[in-house]
């Protein structure tokens, strides 16, 4: 089955920090994959989103590759905000099974002023 | 421009006590979901739905049931709730696949 795995948190930063939140997804098919945002309080919002391999999502500035050699698609950022503090899920969609999706377990960031 | 709307946002339930969650949306989208959230856990799929009067279970569906008797409704419904049910209730819709879900706010259910 499907499956997406992330790094372990919780994430400290200071602001202006370089962020990296890894994750890795095994999928049968070809799936699409996905960034959701979680502030306190809210429901989920997409972040960003890649649909083929090589495919870069970017939005906010943050950024990820569809990497199907390593089956990644890690999350970076070059200079973090306070702002930018809040849950993170990657997450994969399988077309051949009606687009559910698959969570990882998701992590938190924390940026500090 | 409402997107997913979810009600109640927090209630507190007895245990044995039945309710239903209520999910609508105004985007004409086919696909409907509901997952629970836990801490620490991800989201997990417990019902989802491809299009009114089509309904089937995801990952963890026991407890719960749902319906699909219009495209913009889709209720969760608890029939006797249990302190394993404590958790955030999370609703979504999308258009076709591979599109993204759009998301409610959230029903924040606690059982005692």
């Known amino acids: 089955g499907n499956s997406v795995t992330q790094m372990e948190g919780p994430v400290t930063l200071s602001e202006e920090a370089f962020l990296t939140i890894n994750c890795t997804y095994t999928a049968t098919g070809y799936p699409s994959l996905f960034w959701y945002v979680q502030y306190p309080g809210e429901g989920l919002q997409l972040l960003l989103k890649a649909t083929k391999a090589d495919d870069k999502g970017s939005n906010k500035g943050f950024e990820a590759t569809y990497r199907k050699e390593t089956t990644s698609f890690h999350l970076e950022k070059g200079s973090v905000q306070v702002s930018d503090s809040a849950v993170y899920f990657c997450?994969?969609?399988?077309?051949?099974?009606?687009?559910?999706?698959?969570f990882g377990k998701g992590i938190t960031l924390s940026v500090r002023p | 421009n409402a997107g997913v709307t979810q009600t109640p946002k927090f209630r507190i339930l007895k245990i044995g006590q039945s309710m239903t969650l209520q999910c609508t949306q105004d985007?004409?989208?086919?696909?409907m979901y509901w997952y629970r959230q836990d801490p620490g856990m991800g989201l997990k799929l417990i019902y989802y739905s491809v299009g009114a009067g089509i309904t089937d279970k995801g990952e963890v569906p026991n407890g719960y049931n749902v319906s699909r008797s219009t495209t913009e409704d889709f209720p969760l419904r608890l029939e006797l709730a249990a302190p394993s049910q404590t958790s955030v209730y999370f609703c979504?819709?999308?258009?076709?696949?591979?599109?993204?879900?759009?998301f409610g706010d959230g029903t924040r259910l606690s059982i005692l």
């Open positions: 979504a819709s999308t258009d076709s696949v591979n599109q993204p879900q759009h």
């Open positions: 985007m004409n989208h086919n696909y």
């Open positions: 997450a994969l969609s399988d077309p051949g099974a009606n687009s559910k999706l698959t």
